[in-house]
């Protein structure tokens, strides 16, 4: 059944998990190393961008496709972290196609200039979407986008209404950049904090070896790797590598939160409130949103969680609600034959 978006409003989803799968940090852990991932055969194609740097893209696409998605990972992901794998399966199953988008350096590969991947980073989405849209021209092209992914999409989706996509999807966004950075060093949201520092540091350092800095980065690898927080990390790292003042500065102008009114294509943004890698202050207010935003939050789930069951046949919410959002959109003759 094809759940109905309301929008123009901020209201409850319809994920409700059993009392046993209240907890927050079960929702965000469980998905990622207690399920096993589907078997995804994606097709890589590299990408030559206009600075002479390269984009990965993983493809997978169905005999008969109705649609096209454009997936867009989080902070250290690809297309093999286990929310766009299992995304992937349940569209390709309905015949829509997707295109992983690699942020630079995520691929496995370093990239070869010395700027990589923010939460504002939109300058490569704004290069792949036409190329995608002109190769599949009689389709319709949505773009969905997780975590950091869905902040950075939710920039590119207010300040770039001619992009060919019918609609947006976003989900457990950082919205509000400054205020993740110190929810997420708080408790025992710091061992997701040390878990992402360490590839962070990891990934920084091995580039530092092959590419050329331009003398933008001033610590030397010792120092680097004395980085504990997101904060320090993005004021040395982030900032200085793409042209921020610092971190404060790259966390005002890249924070989606105070763009959302500015959306012009349908967009769903999904949140759960209890999510450890921040807090109440990336949920917008009624007036930071317009009637092309619905914005869906449940008390649980977690950081891309939304885990129905352990043992159950539907064991993941957040794939099936996309797939409604993605068929919601098209015409209904093409939703035939569809397991929402």
Known sequence: MIVQTEFGKIKPSNFKPSIALTNSHLQTIWPKFGLKSPINNFVRERIKTPDNDFLDLDWKL?????????????LEGSSRSH????????LYKNDIGSVTMHFRGCSGQSNLTSISYHSGATFDPEYIIPLVKQRYASIPL???????????LMKLAANNASLPIEAFACISAPLNLAASSEAINIGFSKV?????MTSMKTNVI?????????????LSENEIQQLKTFNQFDEHITAPLHGFKGADDYYLKCSAINDLGAITKPTLIIHALDDPFMDARVIPRAEQINQNVAYEFSQFGGHVGFLNSI???????????????VLEQLPKEARNDCTV
């Open 62 to 74: 169905p005999k008969k496709q109705q649609a096209l998605v454009v997936l867009f990972h989080g």
């Open 206 to 218: 091995n580039k530092m070896k092959t590419v050329d800095m331009g003398g933008k980065l001033k």
């Open 311 to 325: 043992t159950g046949q539907s064991k993941l919410w957040l794939p099936q609600r996309l797939l409604s959002f």
């Open 192 to 196: 997701y904090q040390n878990h992402l």
């Open 83 to 90: 929310y766009i794998e299992h995304l992937v399966e349940v």
């Open 142 to 152: 949505f773009a969905i986008g997780f975590s950091l992914g869905g902040n950075m």
